[in-house]
């Protein structure tokens, strides 16, 4: 009888799997390349964007070509998959950028070891040689990398550089001068801090994308209380989190009791005079805004209007924060000791129009390095997508000021590494030569899909860049040049890539690909059962 | 079967409800039992060594574990089989009481079953066989103890740790830094250990791990990490020589724990009331500056208006602090921790050299370091990696490379790895069975067979030709006597573990030798199953 079951029936749950060997190596390969496929067309600046609709109710629709966010919102079952989707997203956390191409170079590394394992040569064998790829090319990709950090006019040429390339990928693309211009400047106001909250994004339906501008002060989407100044020259800001409706007593337990209604109107009495006092300490700091995390209700409002005092309610958290960074105050909940209290200063608050909204203007922040991004556009999907890339083009530039040195893009390093790789797969012995050339294989795909993805003949382009990389090698600045569909100088054609970024996807996809090699056995338990 | 008849001719039960069970006994329970436990051990087989593949695991909810441990991946496979089980316990407590070879007992305790069942096709008796393993398994730790050897090490001299711990690592995803890592995970340990007393408090180390960056970034922190954020934004993100305070109370309004209530009926009392609750924080804030404080660590959360008057102070605060984190940062700083403000004294205040707030890549997670404590007892080991993944992968990697410094401080006695203690093992059984009169020297015999899996696995894992580089090294150790030799798994060109620098603990071996052992007798002992049937 027992001979007769399956070896592990009966071990694991009921509803568990488990795939072993050659199964397992091939359900993973599949999933992975999968997944890679699936984002693949988006590569690159013309690359197609992706509808995606939510489960949820309401079918919430999202137009996007960035990499993370369509494999964040895709559901796989595949656990290679998942390691994936992990991937993009680490990359889309650390550096922002690149998420599409971590995916799809795992991926291609992935299809260039199935056929090597297709050929009996062993997992770890591949690995190893991937890992010594991986060294020839960072080595390469560094020897490579080059910085203007010491030249300001050409490192801002090199940051306008990076953002029209990060760009050009991007919806954005029709204004991508007009944004890299607003990015690069909204970059530069950071003075290297690399502080992306001081940059605040406000998105406004109505208008064409190209109607976005950079504000240099700080642009909040709230309200001025009802009869209050709507313009403050020389403001003083008291940027608070307290509590401006009620006001209960918090300890524990209190409640009133009272034995008569004249009680309860003194107990009212007692609570408005508690508000009017905590309002008057409020403006007896010699303010003239006042901003709250929290609900002011009527009753202060109106105190603070008699008193001619701003008072903005309901900044939310974020807000509030970033209010008091860019300011310079502090948030203050106790007002106890008016002189101590460090406030917020600018010279301008007044309220602007943007579209149809008014929205309230913060202008000659202490702060400098602040500023809004007002994004315009004509529909809600337009917008998120513009904020999406935009985000990216900032995470990149934030990061490319830490760190100064840039790249050629358009397959530019695909190329050298590939190239480099070949070089040493040469002087390689055993099997691992074999390995490092389908790593220069995997590397040599990236300007293939671009270049597919713009309509052009790849097979030509790629092999004109070898030809040229290897006629000259580590001096040719010969990439994918999309306009002319052929070759051409990147230096000529300004595209510029981060050197943070490209390392990143480089480190990543092998680290991914390198996980999903090292499994022979998938085991998958049964699916938690949910009740009702 | 459990239907009897008495001298009647009238049946009755033995088993109540026979209907609903089913049973299985005998020989054929021995033999079901066995077949179960093979199919563990196979699992883990291709995990074991240098070479060993990864398992990959998707939980009920979808969460997808990649990892080499054979302790995780038996925990994460959910076994439902009762000698499936076993299996798994007997890796679990290889995990707790050495933390490292928690494949290998695995494997060796399905090859001691697999031996056993062609003796028991020889019609052995099973106890009789439990019997010979057991004698087997005296010679074979006996032996083990004669050929280990003692290494010297001491804080200046470390590389005979650092060694061992390299041979732990090189099995798992981060053999390609094993070298850094084995650096670290000493480090971690000789800055923990109490060498006069030989112990090491493992939980002194905190493996802390977030998404991002490569494997190089991930560093030994001399003090200790916790994943928080000062309590107000901004608080200064970095302190020089502060004394921390540690309390355990909140910044809040007291709530006594009997049920009261405070009536208000009077305009005074609520304006009293009032002016207390102010009063309150005031005091609070005013009794940890008096305290001398620098910066407060609190259990509990703060209200606003405290939070707002700690900065209004200057007293940096961090709120939410987990119970183990306040326990290690007490030990670390010298701190005591204060359970109310009234006993707040200069005396209870910790010290650190070094606190600062660091941030991640582009989002907003923050954490806060805290270095340069008096007492080096407490350290970190911050872990990066490319993906969460990979991260819970080296962190399982280098607790069990934590574990075997931590065995070497107790016990600095090493045996040589890649199989060569194994082979070693089963040629000294083999000898000592010639001269066992009984049965028990066939079950002698299989014991040895079965410890020559370990290597066998080994060669094939890494590509080699299992059984002819077995032999070979089989044959070379018997004529050369000497115990050092074993499988060349990394084709490094020799089969000299001592050349090589592959060692393990004796401790981790023999444990390893004692539990399979104990698991195989356990599971030769059953003759008789009874379960629910599926089909009720």
């Known amino acids: ?532 | 079967m459990s239907l009897a008849f008495d001298d009647y001719g009238r049946p009755f039960i033995i088993l109540r409800e026979q209907g609903s069970k089913s049973r299985v006994r005998g020989t054929e329970a021995v033999k079901a039992n066995i077949l179960a436990a093979k199919t563990v051990a196979r699992t883990l087989r291709s995990s074991l060594g240098p070479k060993g593949m990864d398992k990959m695991l998707q939980s009920p909810d979808g969460d997808v574990t990649i990892t080499n441990d054979g302790a995780t991946i038996l925990e994460q496979m959910e076994v439902q089989h009762q000698i499936g089980k076993l299996l798994v316990e007997l890796s679990k407590s290889q995990d707790h009481e050495i933390g490292d070879g928690t494949t290998g007992v695995v494997v060796l305790a399905g090859s001691l079953l697999e031996q056993a069942e062609s003796l028991l096709d020889m019609g052995i008796h099973p106890l009789r066989i439990a019997e010979g393993y057991e004698m087997a398994c005296k010679v074979a730790t006996a032996h083990l103890d004669s050929i280990a050897t003692k290494w010297d090490f001491s804080p200046e001299e470390v590389e005979p740790l650092v060694q061992t711990c390299m041979t732990t690592l090189s099995s798992k995803v981060v053999g390609r830094l094993k070298r850094q890592m084995a650096e670290i995970c000493v480090k971690a340990v000789l800055a923990v250990a109490d060498l006069p007393r030989r112990d090491v408090n493992l939980d002194l180390i905190k493996v802390e791990g977030k998404v991002g960056g490569a494997m190089e970034d991930t560093r030994l922190v001399e003090g200790i990490v916790i994943d928080k954020d000062f309590s107000h934004p901004q608080m200064p993100k970095e302190l020089k020589d502060v004394k921390i305070a540690i309390l355990t109370c909140p910044f809040e309004a007291p709530k006594p724990k009997t049920k009261h209530k405070v009536d208000i009926d009077t305009v005074e009392k609520f304006e009293s009331l009032r002016h207390a609750e102010q009063q309150y924080f005031i005091d609070m804030v005013q009794k940890c500056k008096d305290a001398g404080a620098g910066l407060i660590i609190c259990q509990w959360g703060f209200e606003d208006e405290a939070n707002h008057l700690l900065m209004h102070h200057n007293l940096p605060a961090i709120r939410w602090v987990g119970g183990v984190e306040i326990e290690l940062l007490a030990m670390a700083t010298g701190a005591r921790i204060v359970p109310r403000f009234e006993e707040l004294s200069p005396d209870k205040l910790g010290f650190a050299k070094c606190v600062r707030e660091v941030g991640y890549g582009t989002t907003k997670e923050r954490s806060i370091i805290i270095e340069g404590c008096p007492n080096l007892s407490a350290v970190t080991i911050w872990v990066r990696g490319g993906n969460r993944m990979v991260l819970d992968e080296v962190r399982r990697s280098l607790h069990d490379a934590l574990c075997v410094a931590r065995n070497l401080v107790r016990d600095n006695s090493i045996v040589y790895g890649g199989g060569s203690a194994e082979i070693a093992c089963s040629l000294a059984v083999e000898a000592a069975a010639d001269k066992v009169v009984g049965v028990e020297q066939y079950a002698m015999r299989a014991f040895a067979d079965a410890l020559e899996a370990v290597p066998l696995a080994l060669a094939e894992n890494s590509g080699l030709p299992s059984i002819e580089s077995l032999t070979a090294v089989k044959a070379r150790q018997l004529a050369e006597s000497n115990p050092h030799l074993g499988i060349d798994c990394n084709d490094v060109g020799t089969n000299d573990m001592r050349e090589q620098n592959v060692f393990e603990t004796l401790i981790g071996k023999r444990q390893q030798m004692f539990l399979a052992t104990q698991v195989c007798k356990m599971i030769l002992k059953i003759d008789d199953i009874i379960q629910p049937s599926q089909y009720d």
């Open chain 1, 1 to 532: 009888m027992a001979t007769l079951m399956a070896p592990n029936q009966g071990m694991l749950q009921e509803g568990a799997r488990e795939e072993k060997g050659e199964n397992a190596r091939m359900a993973s390969f599949v999933g992975a390349v999968a997944m890679a496929d699936l984002v693949k067309s988006t590569l690159g600046p013309k690359g197609m964007d992706k509808i995606l609709q939510s489960m949820g109710r309401g079918h919430e629709v999202t137009v996007t070509n960035d990499g993370a966010t369509i494999l964040k919102s895709v559901y796989v079952d595949n656990p290679a998959a998942k390691v994936l989707q992990d991937i993009s997203k680490v990359q889309d956390d650390e550096v922002g950028d690149g998420t599409t191409s971590v995916v799809v170079l795992a991926g291609e590394l992935l299809r260039e070891a199935e056929q090597l394992v297709g050929q009996k040569v062993h997992p770890m064998t591949i690995i190893a040689g991937f890992r010594e790829a991986e060294a020839v090319a960072k080595a390469e990709l560094t020897a490579a990398a080059f910085s203007n950090a010491e030249h300001p006019e050409a490192f801002r040429n090199d940051l306008l550089n990076i953002a029209r390339t990060t760009l050009s990928s991007k919806i954005l693309t029709a204004d991508k001068d007009h944004f890299a211009e607003l990015a690069v400047d909204a970059i530069t106001r950071l003075k290297g801090s690399g502080n992306l909250e001081a940059i605040h994004i406000i998105k406004k339906a109505g208008g064409a994308l190209k109607d976005s501008f950079l504000d240099e002060g700080f642009i909040l989407d709230k309200k001025i209380g009802v009869g209050q100044p709507k313009r403050i020259t020389d403001a003083k800001v008291l940027i608070a989190n307290t509590p401006m409706d009620t006001d209960k007593i918090k300890i524990y337990g209190a409640r009133v009791r009272v034995d008569s209604m004249a009680k309860v109107g003194e107990i009212e009495a007692a609570e408005k005079n508690k508000m009017r006092e905590k309002c008057q300490k409020i403006i007896d700091h010699g303010i003239n805004c006042f901003i709250n995390r929290q609900l002011i209700y009527n009753f202060p409002e109106e105190i603070f209007a008699d008193a001619g005092v701003m008072s903005i309610e309901h900044a939310d958290f974020d807000g509030i924060e970033r209010l008091a960074l860019v300011l310079g105050g502090e948030i203050a909940s106790t007002f106890e000791h008016p002189g101590e209290v460090k406030l917020g200063s600018c010279k301008l608050i007044e309220e602007t129009m943007i579209g149809e909204d008014k929205l309230i203007h913060f202008s000659g922040v202490a702060l400098g390095e602040a500023c809004t991004i007002v994004l315009r556009g004509a529909s809600s999907h337009i917008l998120e997508e513009a904020d999406r890339s935009l985000h990216d083009a900032l995470c990149v530039l934030g990061e490319t000021v830490k760190e100064p040195r840039v790249l050629y893009g358009g397959g530019w390093p695909e190329m050298r590494m590939a190239r480099a790789i070949e070089e040493a797969a040469k002087k390689t012995p055993g099997k691992k030569s074999l390995a490092m050339e389908a790593f220069a294989r995997a590397l040599r795909q990236l300007p293939t899909t671009i270049a597919d993805n713009a309509g052009l003949d790849s097979a030509d382009i790629v092999a004109t860049l070898r030809a040229a990389h290897g006629a000259d090698p580590g001096a040719s600045r010969m990439g994918v040049d999309m306009i002319a569909g052929a070759a051409g100088d990147m230096r000529e054609l300004g595209i510029y890539e981060s050197f943070k970024v490209k390392q990143q996807v480089l480190l990543s996809a092998t680290e991914a690909a390198e996980m999903i090699l090292r499994v022979d056995d998938i085991i998958r338990c049964a699916p938690r059962q949910r009740s009702g």
